[in-house]
């Protein structure tokens, strides 16, 4: 009968940690990495940035950069889109996570 108690108190706690696993940002992550793949991006730095992106950005920040239109064959070309975003902190963001990444001080 204890155990049961235990087990009701428990729960929402256990509720929240199950949805805290599956927040929007971790839910963007495939979406995100496909679109830096498409941007052609090589499969390995379009997942290691989109891993980066996906937990230091917005769902809102994540729609400007796919907002993005033009022909993005590099990193560079890449990152020289993102920067006519008006937002610093996307920026900031995509261009740490494409230094970290290209150089592989990051995976």
Known sequence: MRISRLDNRL???AV???LAACSPSKLAYPRVKSALAD???????A???AARMTDRLTIGQLRK???LKGEKRSI???AAAV???DDRETIAVTL???ALCTTGLAR
């Open 39 to 45: 941007a052609g991006l090589s499969e390995p730095n």
């Open 16 to 18: 929240l940690v199950v």
């Open 83 to 85: 920067q006519r975003i």
């Open 47 to 49: 997942s290691c940035m």
């Open 76 to 78: 560079a070309d890449y």
């Open 96 to 98: 740490s996570a494409a």
């Open 65 to 67: 950069l796919q907002a």
């Open 11 to 13: 729960l929402p706690l």
